[in-house]
């Protein structure tokens, strides 16, 4: 690209992907920055439930943003399967949620939502050892197979003309009269229309070292581990969660299980303890798992914020710079409502939804 794009957008993750389609679908011609490959990082090693684990426990600006993404998964999931002939695997399978001794507020949670759930029919538990306490299920609670939704989303990208600019790592930033003018990065200086950071768990890096002084997210890494098993088919009736963990069946009969939540940094590497633990997990709570193998494990860093609510803002003091990170653990289910309300912030539309709880100095 000759001319400087409209918008560049540092970081090719779900969110950065998603807020380039709803740009140049805006007409806006746009950059993405990536300093690996794209959609190699957390959005890959999620497991794609899209829904908050217990959202009723959780701050409803949360709960805006995912019940917005359902309006517009089923739409989204098949038009990139069109588009791109990638199938991102949008599987309404059901999510039966075994313990819930908060059940009167999971009960007012999905009324004010308008989340189908069930308290008394919940689907064929013959494959499983759970002990249920209130259980409830949602029938309607899909996943996407995210390292396909990824490639999916990559692919609509390049129809779009977007220029994907991988291993391209950005390392400083040119301010001039509160305009960012430049970037420095190892591929060499790019100028600058107007720059997002969707840099995922790393933003808060990126700050520290572009932007000393001025205002910054507050997003500290989260590793999670998971588990993949090789099974049959059909052996869940849909996606299992008990307690902390969860067991998600993928089309073709392998079971994703997780996660571990631990803070050490931006270590990534995974752990024969929590390997074990995952396991045990797994396999007591479907016995049958046993006779299947462990094909993968693997660890991300989800980009967490204390109460796990993103930021979405154009930034007070920089007139050309906005962010859209920090969706800890519902950066999947959050991705199509929060680069939607992205887009409109900085195309000057009214937004989908308030965008007051995403700004920066909202208390997070
Ligand atoms: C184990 C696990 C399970 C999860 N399960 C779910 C789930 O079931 N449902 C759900 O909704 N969410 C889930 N999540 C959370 C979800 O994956 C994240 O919230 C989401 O992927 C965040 O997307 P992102 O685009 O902001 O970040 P990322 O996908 O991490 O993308 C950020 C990108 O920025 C790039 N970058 C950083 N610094 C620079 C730089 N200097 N220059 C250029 N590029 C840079 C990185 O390389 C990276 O590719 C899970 C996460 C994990 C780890």
Request: charged share 20%; aromatic share 6%; hydrophobic share 40%.
């Amino acid at each position: 690209m000759t001319t400087i794009p409209d918008i560049t957008i540092i970081g090719g993750g779900i969110i950065g992907l998603l807020t380039a389609r709803e740009l140049t679908m805006a007409g806006a011609r746009v950059s993405i920055l990536e300093k690996n490959a794209i959609g190699r990082e957390s959005s890959w090693a999620g497991g794609g439930i899209l829904l908050p684990i217990y959202p009723w426990r959780q701050p409803s600006a949360i709960s805006e943003l995912v019940r917005h993404s359902l309006d517009i998964y089923p739409t989204l999931a098949t038009e990139l399967r069109e588009s791109t002939g990638i199938d991102p695997e949008w599987s309404p399978c059901g999510l039966f949620i075994s313990r819930n001794p908060d059940i009167e507020r999971a009960i007012d949670w999905c009324e004010r939502y308008s989340i189908d759930y069930r308290t008394a029919q919940t689907p064929s538990l013959d494959n499983l050892n759970c002990d249920p306490l209130n259980p409830l299920w949602l029938p309607d609670i899909a996943h996407t197979r995210n390292p396909r939704l990824l490639k999916s989303a990559r692919r609509d990208a390049e129809n779009r003309n977007v220029e994907l600019l991988e291993h391209c790592d950005v390392q400083n930033v040119t301010v001039n009269n509160g305009r960012i003018v430049s970037l420095t990065t190892d591929r060499g200086e790019r100028s600058v229309g107007h720059l997002i950071v969707s840099a995922g768990a790393w933003t808060n890096i990126l700050f520290e070292r572009f932007f000393p002084g001025l205002a910054a997210p507050d997003i500290k890494p989260i590793k999670g581990q998971m588990l993949l098993y090789d099974a049959p088919p059909d052996l869940l009736p849909g996606m299992i969660l008990e307690n902390d963990h969860y067991l998600i069946p993928r089309l073709d009969g392998k079971i994703l299980a997780g996660s571990s939540v631990e803070q050490c940094g931006f270590d990534k590497s995974t752990s024969e303890a929590t390997y074990h633990k995952i396991k045990s997990f797994a396999e007591q709570l479907c016995p049958a798992l046993k006779r299947a193998s462990i094909i993968s494990h693997w660890a991300g860093l989800r980009p967490g914020t204390a109460h796990g609510v993103p930021y979405i803002f154009r930034h007070p003091d920089l007139e050309n710079l906005s962010v859209n990170a920090g969706h800890f653990r519902n950066g999947l289910v959050m991705a199509p409502a929060s680069t939607s309300l992205m887009a409109d912030l900085i195309l000057g539309k009214t937004p989908m939804l308030d965008p007051e709880p995403y700004n920066l100095l909202a208390p997070h």
